[in-house]
């Protein structure tokens, strides 16, 4: 089941600060969050794992809260560059090692202006 | 560059003919995945396949068939194609997830896919 995003869209001036909200029915064990341009590609940001372990490259901060399923990505001091589309990708519980599949969900625009 | 390649970029087709999407990577990873975005609906899973000779449905595989042809190839074949599979097709890839370590998805650049 694909996870609700909010809100749907946002508009920043530089230097705010917005927060995006991600939940699911069913029970996470990673939440992944994406960025994608205009007419390009998505591009991975972070990674947050069951038990609070965040993995990403960029200086975006996020969280998850297993026990009510949710994730919000913080973007902070936001510049121009952070513009673009932003999804959360879901991952469901997993043992041992294996492949796995995202459900991602419909996405938050964010619009940062001068 | 290493990442994920999709040809073509481009594509119109009229209704009922057939093409294939070719997707290469060459990371070494396991998985591989096909997506189609559709405007306001996000990202859905049309086939994936876990690991070279295994490929599985996803949310919406209706109209299309898969090759997992080695490990670094993945195509996406249309048999008769339908004004509804007018989209963005996304290819990706990532490694497996091993003992609570998870890795993120490597997208393709896409292929604008429109059936006239």
């Known amino acids: 089941q694909q996870p609700v995003q909010s809100p749907q869209a946002v508009i920043l001036r530089e230097g705010e600060d917005a927060v995006i909200n991600c939940s699911s029915s069913?029970?996470?064990?990673?939440v992944h969050w994406y960025r994608q341009k205009h007419g390009e590609a998505p591009v991975f940001l972070m990674i947050?794992?069951?038990?609070?372990e965040q993995k990403g490259h960029e200086k975006i901060s996020a969280s998850f809260n297993e026990k009510k399923q949710q994730s919000s990505l913080y973007l902070t001091a936001s510049q121009l560059s952070y513009s673009g589309t932003y999804f959360c990708?879901?991952?469901?519980?997993?043992?041992?090692?294996?492949?796995?599949?995202?459900?991602f969900g419909k996405g938050t625009k964010l619009s940062v202006i001068p | 560059n290493a990442g994920v390649t999709q040809t073509p970029k481009f594509q119109v087709l009229k209704t009922g003919q057939s093409m294939t999407l070719q997707c290469a990577q060459d990371?070494?990873?396991?998985?591989m995945y096909w997506y189609r975005q559709d405007p306001g609906m996000g990202l859905r899973l049309i086939y994936y396949?876990?690991?070279?000779?295994?490929?599985d449905k996803g949310e919406v595989p209706n109209g299309y068939n898969v090759s997992r042809l080695n490990k670094r190839e993945f195509s996406l074949r249309l048999e008769s194609a339908a004004p509804s599979q007018t989209s963005v097709y996304f290819c990706?890839?990532?490694?497996?997830?091993?003992?609570?370590?998870?890795?993120?998805?490597?997208f393709g650049s896409g292929t604008r896919l429109t059936v006239v």
């Open positions: 990706a890839s990532s490694e497996w997830w091993t003992g609570g370590v998870s890795y993120g998805y490597t």
């Open positions: 069913k029970a996470l064990y990673s």
């Open positions: 947050l794992l069951k038990g609070g």
């Open positions: 990708g879901t991952g469901r519980l997993y043992s041992g090692a294996g492949s796995y599949q995202l459900t």
């Open positions: 990371m070494n990873h396991n998985s």
């Open positions: 396949s876990a690991s070279e000779g295994t490929t």
